[in-house]
């Protein structure tokens, strides 16, 4: 018998390749380098000394007269003694119109 040959079945197979679903990654900000702190330090020290001459300031010098400062110390006892002397002129004037005795 003659041998026949036999027909090969041709299987043809399709492959589906499916790509997995990939969340997209979390944006990162680059990477800072933190600042020396050396200058963080003196930024800090020159921030309170404006604050405190911001705040301190007026109390300490609250006028400038012929270029020259005027502390607070001084501008009170100037009104005390003006104060004073301006009381006495005007307890005298009271006393002369009234006829009572000069107080002294």
């Known amino acids: 018998m003659p041998k ?11 492959v589906v390749t499916t790509t997995p ?6 944006v990162m900000s680059p990477v ?12 800090l020290i020159i921030v309170l000394i404006a604050l405190l001459t ?3 300031g007026p109390w300490l010098v609250p006028s400038l007269v012929d270029n020259q400062l005027v502390t607070r110390f001084a501008l009170w006892s100037r009104l005390e003694k003006t ?7 005007d307890s005298m ?12």
């Open 4 to 14: 026949t040959a036999k027909a090969k079945k041709v299987v043809k197979k399709t």
């Open 54 to 56: 911001y705040k301190v």
């Open 32 to 43: 800072q380098k933190s600042m020396n702190p050396k200058i963080l330090r003196a930024a």
């Open 93 to 104: 004037r009271l006393s002369n119109s009234v006829g009572l005795p000069v107080p002294i």
């Open 21 to 26: 679903i990939i969340s997209p990654a979390p």
């Open 83 to 89: 104060y004073g002397t301006q009381r006495m002129v």
